[in-house]
């Protein structure tokens, strides 16, 4: 059955990134074994632990669309419109872009609800992967997401963007699926219904 998750590499106090967009030691993970997990974007390797090959596997493996705010997809130039988990992307953003059709592969709309329910669309039963932190949170307020995972990484940003503000209320997750994984803890939490 397809679901709606989010997923980000998260620092332990809860940031994102630092507050000029840099990732800084997050993605260190990526690169902190000897086990390739292998991509279509020829421009990106991931060499991870056995561990979190697996993890790693098992959150792209199902993809089928991936939604994304604009300021995530203007910081990446729109992956070359070839994300590393070989899915569409649907962009959520009030001010397309004036060269759209340069992505064949991307979708815009305005509104989370909508770029939740296409993405569904384009997923054609597979997973819908919420990879900005701003989107996930509109999500999770409109009880789009079926579960949150976060990759916890040993490093203190001190201030940043954060992957959960303003979530306009209280979400029980259930209890995690915890892998531990060379620079990173990875936690799965479906969210309780």
């Known amino acids: 059955m397809s679901k709606v998750l989010t997923h980000m590499t998260m ?37 991870v632990d056995a561990a979190s090959a697996s993890v790693l596997r098992d959150l792209t493996a199902n993809v089928g ?5 604009r300021r995530l997809f203007d910081i990446a130039d729109g992956w070359g419109d070839n994300h590393p988990v070989d899915a569409p992307v649907v962009v959520v953003t009030h001010r397309p872009p004036d060269d ?13 609800g909508t770029a939740v329910d296409r993405a569904r669309e384009i997923a054609g039963g597979k997973d ?10 509109q999500a999770l307020k ?20 954060p992957y959960f503000a ?14 531990q994984g060379r ?8 969210v309780r219904r």
Do not use: M
Not at 18 to 41: C, H, K, M, R, S
Not at 183 to 190: F, G, I, N, S
């Open 65 to 69: 669309a991936l939604v994304v705010g």
């Open 142 to 161: 409109l009880g789009l997401v079926d579960e949150v995972c976060v990759s916890l990484v040993p490093v203190l940003f001190g201030e940043g963007i």
């Open 128 to 137: 819908v992967t919420i990879a900005s932190a701003n989107i996930a949170q």
């Open 166 to 179: 303003n979530l306009g209320g209280h979400h029980l997750l259930e209890d995690p699926v915890v892998v």
């Open 11 to 47: 620092s332990l106090d809860g940031y994102i990134a630092e507050p000029d967009n840099q990732i800084g030691e997050l993605f260190e993970w990526y690169q902190a074994g000897d086990v390739t997990v292998p991509n279509p974007n020829p421009n990106v390797t991931f060499k």
């Open 183 to 190: 620079r990173a803890l990875h936690l799965r939490y479906p």
């Open 100 to 112: 759209a059709a340069r992505w064949p592969r991307t979708t815009f709309v305005d509104d989370v």
